[in-house]
């Protein structure tokens, strides 16, 4: 007798954008023993909103990437908010095009996605003349809207993801021109406090007096206890122009805890702040 298929624990996950999304794909495999239920917001904020509400349990939120850098607006939310960072996760970003069952290459006039996902697929497209790239709000809607005219002649580049749900066929894989693109995601969660971390990376955010080798003296600490310094990012503080908020990313080294670390730099910064301390995610 065959035994009953396990059923997995349910997860209610907030991401940004709609079924097939990258953050879908990144949940999905970061949950992997969970059964996950994306719950999309438009915009990242309402992504935040959604867990701080209790109407999620947890969110997913790109951070940065390889090609296009830091997402500034979300180390922002981030320092508003009341979450707490408990992991991250990599997803490696393979742009494909995308149209209906039966369709080939030559017969498409548009092509839909995201901005940065066709500055990505340009190259792609220079053997196509005929084909015009189309900006849309989102890879996956995109896809959506293939499924849903019914054109023949038009196409999506979005995840693979979005294919399987949306019953498109794939014409071409990996058609992105830099092969070495990458997003960050970061795993966040209510309720969490400093007794409730576990994990050897950190992520702080501070500010320093606005004197010259303020920052410089923070870092020396961190290398003087031979601190892995992973990341580093500024952002404008509102309404006190020319200071700024940083914000980094370390990985312990094993010799040094957090609590030491922290006392070394805190009587040289303000407003010191732990934003996670969360297991290093593996990088693809």
Same mark, same amino acid.
């Given at each position: 007798m065959t035994p009953p298929p396990l059923t997995l624990p349910q997860l209610r996950v907030s991401i940004q954008g709609y079924a097939g999304a990258f953050h879908e794909a990144a949940a999905r495999a970061h949950f992997s023993e969970h059964?996950?239920?994306t719950v999309p917001g438009h915009t990242f904020a309402e992504v935040l909103a959604q867990v701080e509400s209790g109407e999620s349990q947890t969110a997913l939120m790109a951070i940065e990437n390889t090609l296009a850098g830091s997402l500034m607006a979300n180390y922002d939310l981030l320092q508003r908010s009341n979450l707490r960072i408990t992991a991250e996760a990599y997803l490696r970003i393979r742009q494909n095009l995308?149209?209906?069952p039966g369709v080939s290459i030559g017969e498409l006039r548009e092509v839909y996605s995201h901005p940065i996902a066709l500055m990505q697929v340009r190259?792609?497209?220079q053997a196509w003349p005929k084909i015009k790239l189309v900006e849309s709000a989102d890879t996956a809607l995109s896809a959506l809207h293939v499924r849903e005219s019914g054109d023949?002649? !038009?196409?999506a580049v979005a995840h693979s993801l979005a294919a399987r749900l949306y019953g498109l066929d794939i014409l071409a894989e990996g058609i992105e021109t830099n092969k070495l693109n990458h997003t960050r995601f970061l795993v966040l969660e209510r309720g969490r406090d400093a007794s409730q971390d576990v994990g050897d990376k950190v992520s702080l955010s501070?500010?320093?007096s606005h004197e010259s080798g303020s920052l410089s003296r923070v870092l020396m600490v961190l290398d003087a206890y031979k601190i892995n310094l992973t990341k580093i990012q500024s952002t404008p503080?509102?309404?006190r122009p020319w200071q700024y908020r940083f914000y980094i990313d370390f990985e312990l080294n094993?010799?040094?805890s957090v609590t030491e670390a922290l006392a070394g730099i805190q009587p040289i910064t303000q407003?010191? !702040?732990i934003l996670g301390i969360y297991p290093a995610g593996e990088k693809p």
């Amino acid at each position: 007798m065959t035994p009953p298929p396990l059923t997995l624990p349910q997860l209610r996950v907030s991401i940004q954008g709609y079924a097939g999304a990258f953050h879908e794909a990144a949940a999905r495999a970061h949950f992997s023993e969970h059964e996950v239920v994306t719950v999309p917001g438009h915009t990242f904020a309402e992504v935040l909103a959604q867990v701080e509400s209790g109407e999620s349990q947890t969110a997913l939120m790109a951070i940065e990437n390889t090609l296009a850098g830091s997402l500034m607006a979300n180390y922002d939310l981030l320092q508003r908010s009341n979450l707490r960072i408990t992991a991250e996760a990599y997803l490696r970003i393979r742009q494909n095009l995308m149209a209906l069952p039966g369709v080939s290459i030559g017969e498409l006039r548009e092509v839909y996605s995201h901005p940065i996902a066709l500055m990505q697929v340009r190259e792609f497209f220079q053997a196509w003349p005929k084909i015009k790239l189309v900006e849309s709000a989102d890879t996956a809607l995109s896809a959506l809207h293939v499924r849903e005219s019914g054109d023949r002649a !038009r196409g999506a580049v979005a995840h693979s993801l979005a294919a399987r749900l949306y019953g498109l066929d794939i014409l071409a894989e990996g058609i992105e021109t830099n092969k070495l693109n990458h997003t960050r995601f970061l795993v966040l969660e209510r309720g969490r406090d400093a007794s409730q971390d576990v994990g050897d990376k950190v992520s702080l955010s501070f500010s320093v007096s606005h004197e010259s080798g303020s920052l410089s003296r923070v870092l020396m600490v961190l290398d003087a206890y031979k601190i892995n310094l992973t990341k580093i990012q500024s952002t404008p503080i509102i309404g006190r122009p020319w200071q700024y908020r940083f914000y980094i990313d370390f990985e312990l080294n094993g010799t040094v805890s957090v609590t030491e670390a922290l006392a070394g730099i805190q009587p040289i910064t303000q407003e010191l !702040r732990i934003l996670g301390i969360y297991p290093a995610g593996e990088k693809p």
